[in-house]
């Protein structure tokens, strides 16, 4: 069974609230719909893996910069000991950028 998922998210021109990490192209616009709309964000947190992707014309085109995992696989692979996937990334031993948490 294929568990990622790949979503499209249209934009609503919501605000973008304050996120621990800087979103990447596209990304503050889909991330500010799911702060926003909670029906949105409900469905995305059901998915264990999901990407998003960009619709231009009638092609859709993969942001494949960007994995989510939610918080239930996440604390899965930590309960596991899957080594590898940490939560933030350490810059001068000091926590920064989101690596792994919606």
């Given at each position: 069974?294929?568990?990622?998922?790949?979503?499209?998210?249209?934009?609503?021109?919501?605000?973008?609230?304050?996120?621990?990490?800087?979103p990447l192209g596209s990304e503050s616009e889909?991330?500010?719909?799911?702060?926003?709309?909670?029906s949105i964000r409900s469905y995305v947190e059901?998915?264990?893996?999901?990407?998003?992707?960009?619709?231009?014309?009638?092609?859709?085109?993969?942001?494949?910069?960007?994995?989510?995992?939610?918080?239930?696989?996440?604390?899965?692979?930590?309960?596991?000991?899957?080594?590898?996937?940490?939560?933030?990334?350490?810059?001068?031993?000091?926590?920064?950028?989101?690596?792994?948490?919606?």
């Open positions: 069974m294929n568990m990622r998922r790949y979503v499209f998210i249209e934009s609503a021109g919501d605000t973008l609230e304050e996120l621990d990490f800087s889909y991330i500010a719909a799911i702060q926003q709309n909670s059901t998915l264990p893996i999901w990407q998003h992707f960009t619709v231009i014309g009638n092609k859709r085109l993969i942001d494949d910069s960007q994995l989510y995992l939610n918080r239930t696989l996440m604390n899965r692979l930590k309960n596991a000991g899957v080594a590898g996937i940490q939560e933030y990334t350490e810059w001068q031993g000091k926590n920064k950028e989101t690596v792994g948490h919606v």
